[in-house]
């Protein structure tokens, strides 16, 4: 149940799992949850303490 608060969870994976990553990310977003995977949330050469 989503209580209204953003709820961040950070997923790990093997790069030849993304086809089965994406689909999770989805649906974890459709049930309030802000998913973070390093292909959507990392830049090239940045610093992790900017998502942090």
Known sequence: ???????????????KDLARVEPIVTALELHGWRPIIDKRAF????????YS
């Open 1 to 15: 149940m989503h209580t209204g608060r953003i709820k961040d969870i950070f997923i790990s994976y093997a790069r």
């Open 43 to 50: 830049l090239p050469c940045s610093s992790f303490r900017l």
